[in-house]
């Protein structure tokens, strides 16, 4: 179940809202619980056990961890629970790619040495894995609790708004609100603003945009104008795919009386890549620094071993996303820009250049390209058209093959990227110091407006024409 269908919408989203607001306060954890298992359940039941067994399983390490914390034996634990949690996302994520590595060194094919087995990637397990491993390690630095609870800890691993895409949550930013949160009508619409305009992201925008790109990302020899064209409407895309999720799961835990972190800053105004990773995907990038980079040292150990930590944090946030050759070069691209930022201190430099975020934004299409392709010779197919190997004007086969709905929407899609920073509100007086504030300092006070409203009606017809279209953080 996805949140951009009809049987989200009308079915689980009405029922599952009704349910949890006419059960008393202290049965609400087990109405998110229900509600949670049904909505993962929909795609696969036999994963949906893999997702009680591995929080059962953390559940249990966190008690021991707790108990023993001050002793070598908590260490222990804390070893046995992140291995146990990586071993999960290891066997179901990366098995086939080393299979497929492996056999591919020795010029075989897995059926060929007898594998003739596929796994399949359980939806949201990257997501809810990382969230198991923090909360284990935080039970260890004593920065957080450990459960007292099996049911809200169940509540917390798969609350159903951020199960399949985020955030990242952490366990000691949700305790107090699973023990005490408010509920209010003034929440309430405001979540479900955030609701409609995340909505309006996917389904208006990033579903819209997607034929050009598919038709870009499609071609043998892309001309240098569709291969620019596919890689810029690339970057609107998954923006608005994955904001648009992150707003629709941001909004839903404020209808239930929840406040998530926000996942994304404006990140195409970004100045240098290491900027942009403080406004990208914010969940995984602090998760990133927190639970990998400062535990190998971070830059407290010398010039040289924090460009490795560099690398070596982005190429396995590269893998995190895919078991695929594009993601760890995608990873490997990120790791490089941010050593050699540091290297020449682009920081200092960028206050002075003009281009800087014309600079960081080209760097960043260059690494889309990678991301996006399915195989690497075709991102260097890619690369090619955008450097004028195959030509540059658009052949009259490609052009039918785009549509004016796509061109519209992703010039659209430009616009809104380049407003976006100024429709935030600034916070008023109430709410500067308000944990509501988002990381840049301000507030999205949202209300259901007519526009607003206006924007969630036009998204649902658009849902109404269209074919499935899954988020695309999904693969993930």
């Known amino acids: 179940m996805v949140f951009s269908s009809e049987t989200f919408l009308f079915l689980f989203l009405p029922v599952f809202m009704a349910v949890y607001f006419l059960t008393p306060s202290r049965w609400r954890s087990l109405t998110i619980l229900i509600g949670s298992y049904v909505f993962y359940g929909w795609w696969r039941m036999d994963f949906l056990l893999l997702l009680i067994a591995t929080t059962g399983f953390t559940f249990w390490i966190g008690q021991r961890i707790a108990f023993y914390r001050a002793l070598p034996l908590g260490r222990l634990y804390l070893a046995i629970g992140v291995i146990g949690c990586l071993g999960v996302l290891a066997t179901f994520k990366y098995l086939n790619f080393f299979i497929d590595s492996a056999t591919a060194l020795v010029g075989r094919t897995p059926e060929e040495i007898g594998v003739h087995w596929r796994l399949i990637l359980p939806i949201g397990i990257s997501f809810y894995v990382f969230q198991a491993i923090s909360y284990l390690v935080d039970v260890h630095r004593s920065d957080a609790r450990a459960a007292h609870r099996l049911l809200d800890f169940a509540a917390f691993i798969a609350l159903f708004p951020q199960l399949i895409a985020g955030p990242i949550l952490r366990y000691k930013d949700l305790e107090a609100q699973f023990q005490h949160r408010s509920h209010s009508v003034t929440q309430f619409s405001e979540g479900l603003a955030r609701f409609l305009i995340g909505l309006g992201k996917k389904v208006l925008l990033a579903d819209s945009i997607a034929p050009l790109v598919d038709a870009g990302f499609a071609a043998d020899s892309p001309s240098a104008t569709l291969a620019w064209l596919a890689a810029i409407a690339y970057a609107l895309q998954l923006y608005f795919d994955f904001s648009g999720y992150s707003d629709m799961a941001i909004g839903l835990g404020r209808m239930m009386g929840f406040t998530f972190p926000e996942n994304f ?9 290491t900027e942009f990773w403080r406004r990208w995907h914010i969940s995984l990038s602090t998760w990133l620094r927190d639970y ?23 190429l396995l946030g590269g893998l995190w996303h895919g078991a695929n050759w594009t993601f760890v070069l995608w990873g490997a691209w990120h790791g490089g820009l941010l050593a050699l930022e540091r290297k020449i201190d682009w920081a200092r430099r960028a206050k002075h250049i003009a281009g800087a975020r014309v600079v960081t934004l080209l760097a960043v299409l260059v690494g889309w390209v990678m991301f996006r392709a399915a195989t690497v010779p075709d991102a260097v197919s890619m690369y090619a058209g955008m450097a004028g190997l195959n030509g540059i004007e658009l052949t009259f086969e490609k052009v039918l093959t785009i549509t004016r709905e796509s061109l519209v929407m992703t010039v659209l899609a430009a616009f809104v990227v380049c407003l976006e920073p100024n429709i935030v509100a600034r916070p008023t007086r109430r709410d500067a110091g308000s ?42």
């Open 265 to 273: 800053r404006f990140p195409y105004i970004s100045r240098s890549i």
């Open 292 to 314: 990998l980079y400062i535990p190998l040292g971070g830059n407290q150990l010398g010039t040289g071993r924090t460009y490795v930590n560099l690398m070596i944090v982005m």
């Open 435 to 476: 944990r509501h504030s988002t990381p840049q300092g301000q507030t999205i006070a949202l209300w259901v407006t007519p526009t607003v409203l206006l924007i969630g009606a036009a998204a649902v017809l658009k849902l109404a024409e269209q074919s499935f279209s899954p988020f695309l953080y999904f693969q993930f």
